[in-house]
């Protein structure tokens, strides 16, 4: 499918459209979004792993001397290590509790530069299909872009970070390929072809009755970001009879977003449900439906 048949030039603008159903769209990416952290920010270029120090130290140890920036102790690479990547894996190592993993993944991305070896580290973690930790798995997924954006434009490794999130893609029956697509789709805000690839790839995992629900939730929502009206089959449809309700209700949503005049009688036999979330979902899309049916043409 080429990427013009993904998107409609009588659409308003992604942020209008995204502003307009932010109580639900907030609602529907809960799940794919729960652990989702701030975003890094600083340059690029090579740092050691840091990690809080102990509330007993007053000042810095003999020999070592204090970070640059930030509240963050040093920590020196594992002596024993071969590699930076390797470095950055005993760093974050599987024995610790996910909770204490994704501080220290937070502790790391928040240095002022970004630790040598971690993007590698990233990486291989990101590819293990079969990783014992698809939580773990998925969080390092989250971060990818993060990584991508703090090294520099010539680095071989943002090509190789895009080639993972591609991958990803296929994997449509577990929930990580949502968050693959989330990180594709974050990329494309820097990247026209990027972002055309992301809608394409949007509909064809909402239409996809094989893939995870909660990666049918995300990929409806960043469908109806960018106007690809190619998903308003598979909403129709989910809308109905989603396998779960953040499904039913990212359906609902999408068509409020994109819908045409023949779906405001679905929607409004949809509004008589005896479920409050999606009454309230239903009244809201048909309420952004009206506005966009009544409003002239976006202007290409």
């Given at each position: 499918?080429?990427?013009?048949?993904?998107?409609?030039?009588?659409?308003?603008?992604?942020?209008?459209l995204?502003?307009?159903?932010?109580?639900?769209?907030?609602?529907?990416?809960?799940?794919?979004?729960?652990?989702?952290?701030?975003?890094?920010?600083?340059?690029?270029?090579?740092?050691?792993?840091?990690?809080?120090?102990?509330?007993?130290?007053?000042?810095?140890?003999?020999?070592?001397?204090?970070?640059?920036?930030?509240?963050?102790?040093?920590?020196?690479?594992?002596?024993?290590s071969?590699?930076?990547?390797?470095?950055?894996?005993?760093?974050?190592?599987?024995?610790?509790?996910?909770?204490?993993?994704?501080?220290?993944?937070?502790?790391?991305?928040?240095?002022?530069?970004?630790p040598?070896?971690?993007?590698e580290?990233?990486?291989?973690?990101?590819?293990?299909?079969?990783?014992?930790?698809?939580?773990?798995?998925?969080?390092?997924?989250?971060?990818?872009?993060d990584?991508?954006n703090?090294?520099?434009?010539?680095?071989?490794?943002?090509?190789e970070?895009?080639?993972?999130?591609?991958?990803?893609?296929?994997?449509?029956?577990?929930?990580?390929?949502?968050?693959?697509?989330?990180?594709?789709?974050?990329?494309?805000?820097?990247?026209?072809?990027?972002?055309?690839?992301?809608?394409?790839?949007?509909?064809?995992?909402?239409?996809?009755?094989?893939?995870?629900?909660?990666?049918?939730v995300t990929?409806?929502?960043?469908?109806?970001?960018?106007?690809?009206?190619?998903?308003l089959?598979?909403?129709?449809?989910?809308?109905?009879?989603?396998?779960?309700?953040?499904?039913?209700?990212?359906?609902?949503?999408?068509?409020?977003?994109?819908?045409?005049?023949?779906?405001?009688?679905?929607?409004?036999?949809?509004?008589?449900?005896?479920?409050?979330?999606?009454?309230?979902?239903?009244?809201?899309?048909?309420?952004?439906?009206?506005?966009?049916?009544?409003?002239?043409?976006?202007?290409?």
């Open positions: 499918m080429p990427a013009s048949s993904a998107t409609s030039p009588n659409h308003r603008p992604r942020r209008l995204v502003g307009a159903g932010i109580v639900v769209t907030a609602l529907v990416l809960l799940v794919a979004l729960a652990t989702r952290r701030q975003r890094c920010d600083g340059r690029n270029g090579a740092s050691k792993f840091t990690q809080e120090p102990s509330r007993e130290t007053v000042g810095p140890k003999p020999g070592r001397s204090r970070p640059p920036d930030g509240p963050l102790g040093d920590r020196p690479l594992p002596e024993n071969d590699t930076a990547r390797d470095a950055a894996l005993a760093f974050l190592p599987p024995s610790l509790p996910l909770a204490e993993r994704s501080d220290r993944l937070d502790q790391a991305l928040r240095q002022p530069t970004l040598e070896g971690f993007a580290a990233l990486l291989s973690i990101a590819r293990d299909r079969a990783a014992p930790d698809a939580d773990w798995r998925d969080y390092c997924v989250q971060v990818l872009p990584c991508h703090r090294l520099p434009p010539d680095n071989p490794l943002r090509t970070i895009v080639a993972v999130l591609r991958d990803i893609l296929d994997e449509s029956a577990n929930a990580v390929a949502g968050t693959a697509l989330l990180g594709l789709d974050r990329l494309g805000e820097a990247d026209n072809a990027l972002a055309a690839e992301s809608a394409i790839a949007a509909v064809r995992l909402a239409s996809n009755d094989a893939a995870h629900p909660s990666a049918r990929a409806l929502r960043v469908a109806a970001s960018h106007g690809a009206v190619d998903a089959p598979a909403a129709r449809v989910l809308a109905q009879v989603g396998e779960t309700p953040l499904l039913r209700l990212a359906a609902i949503a999408t068509l409020g977003d994109l819908g045409d005049a023949s779906d405001r009688e679905l929607l409004l036999s949809l509004s008589i449900s005896s479920d409050k979330r999606s009454r309230s979902a239903t009244a809201s899309a048909v309420e952004r439906l009206d506005h966009r049916l009544s409003s002239p043409p976006a202007t290409p």
